[in-house]
């Protein structure tokens, strides 16, 4: 927080109180930091991939050659940090969601019992939520 | 107990959170808390009360024991101002509460 907004809340709180007043920051958890560094890579990532599509669908540009390096070392990033099974749902969230209709794939879960549960990630904090049921400590350990 | 009031400033002037606290809803709100937030915690071992957060800029507004009374007061003078005296009745009583231990 910039100083002057400090001093500046201090005094007229002070003023309205008639007493002293302090400004506490507030403190992330450790997990919720990561959470959202988490979430905000994942729609950085889409977002760049959504562009790469648009490039080729409506001006006929196609820059996978140029740009698949890049995609491929955040593919392998994905992979060191969350292991192999998580990394299957993170690629499927980027590349197996939506089927040719626009609409979403769903995630087939099938329980020991043999019931099957369909599981729909429509945003990043619906994938960091499957992820984290599956393994609790996955951006933990990071 | 009550959530903690969010108070939203439009800009952060010395005259834009002026206004912001001069008006009588927020007043209203802000007095209140402090007269619930120290009512219940007058008795336990809390050394400060948070009033009120400002979560457009992940901070809370906090004050220290030591001041607990001053900051009575306030609310007090703030409830004769708007004749709210049945408040004013409980305030008194919490100040002479902690006044005497």
New interface residues.
């Given amino acids: 927080m910039d100083n002057e907004i400090k001093i500046n809340l201090e005094e007229e709180f002070s003023k309205l109180f008639n007493s002293p007043v302090k400004i506490k920051i507030k403190k992330q958890s450790i997990e919720l930091k990561k959470k959202n560094v988490f979430i905000s890579l994942i729609n950085t990532y889409e977002q760049a991939l959504e562009k790469s599509n648009k490039l080729q669908s409506e001006f006929d540009i196609d820059l996978f050659n140029y740009e698949e390096p890049y995609f491929e070392v955040i593919d392998k990033l994905f992979l060191l940090m969350c292991g192999l099974d998580l990394y299957d749902i993170i690629s499927y969230y980027f590349y197996e969601r939506y089927n040719i209709e626009g609409n979403i794939n769903p995630i087939i879960e099938i329980s020991e019992s043999g019931v099957e549960t369909e599981i729909y990630l429509k945003t990043p904090e619906d994938l960091y939520n499957y992820l984290i049921q599956i393994n609790p400590n996955f951006l933990m350990d990071k | 107990m009550k959530k903690t009031p969010n108070i939203i400033f439009p800009d952060?002037?010395?005259e834009g959170?002026?206004n912001v606290?001069s008006n009588s809803e927020n007043?209203k709100v802000?007095f209140e808390s402090?007269f619930n937030k120290i009512k219940n915690s007058y008795k336990t071992s809390k050394k400060?009360i948070?009033?009120c957060?400002?979560i457009q800029?992940?901070?809370?507004?906090?004050?220290?024991k030591v001041?607990w009374v001053?900051?009575l007061?306030?609310a007090l003078?703030y409830n004769v101002s708007i004749e709210d005296y049945s408040t004013c009745t409980q305030i008194n009583k919490l100040i002479k509460d902690i006044q005497n231990g």
């Fill in positions: 952060y002037s010395l959170i002026h606290l007043k802000l402090i400060e948070i009033v957060d400002i800029l992940e901070a809370s507004i906090s004050i220290s001041n001053k900051a007061q306030a003078d």
